[in-house]
């Protein structure tokens, strides 16, 4: 049995939070366009998945196409993917690499969190910029930051970006000491029409604010003057961005 928390958004939108691992709220979002189903990361396993089909309204196994999306290579993020047969998996020609590059080796590290039987199961199809379904009105672009092969989806019907670990509560998390590219993607994402925002981690939903906020913590890491939020867990982020930024 899963921890997870199913909320229907808007009629195109259902967003599952999973609480398995402590202290990291884990989000994967379902979207319904005309055409397809799409499922935004895949979480810790097989089982996790079978827990949405059979808890969301949305089928993977109905009439419509499934679309898997990875948002990056992490393993919290791409274990479910070995529950979807004969779909197609998108991610970020990077992400595709990460993913056969350690994905045993993450397996074999962190297997004790798996949900299910794991095969690891890199995507299908990459792109290196974009790739809208303009049918649905869905679009996945690159959109490094939180590691280089970060991606997000955006809906551009309800304005809904998933943003995953680009955005989080209560601080993002780098993963190299490129924090300026990180910002340039954080300021891109305030230029598009967004009504919400869903982080990889820390809280369901959010607006432009979390995004706001994240930015301006990214900014003052990089100035050398941090500004970190009071919260235990922000500081323990941001420790381990400080370890990240000076290379330790």
Partial sequence: MCHVEIRRLSKRTTLCTFTELE????????????????????????????EIEQEASLGFHGTKENIVFNSHGDWDHHWGNCFFHDTSIIAHRKTRNCIIKAGDHDLSMHGHHAMGRVIITPPSTTFTRELTFHDDGISFFHAPGH????????????????????VEYPLPCISSPDVSTFINTLTSFLEMKVALVIPGHGIPVAGLDLVRDNLRYLESLEAGNPAVPSLPRAREIHGDNEKVLHDE
Avoid: H, K, W
């Fill in 23 to 50: 202290g990291y709220p884990t989000n994967v979002l379902l979207l319904e366009g005309n055409a397809r189903i799409y499922t935004c990361d895949t979480f810790l396993g097989p089982r996790a998945m079978q």
């Fill in 147 to 166: 590691t280089p092969d970060s991606s997000a989806c955006m809906d551009l019907i309800d304005g809904v970006l998933f943003a995953g670990d680009d």
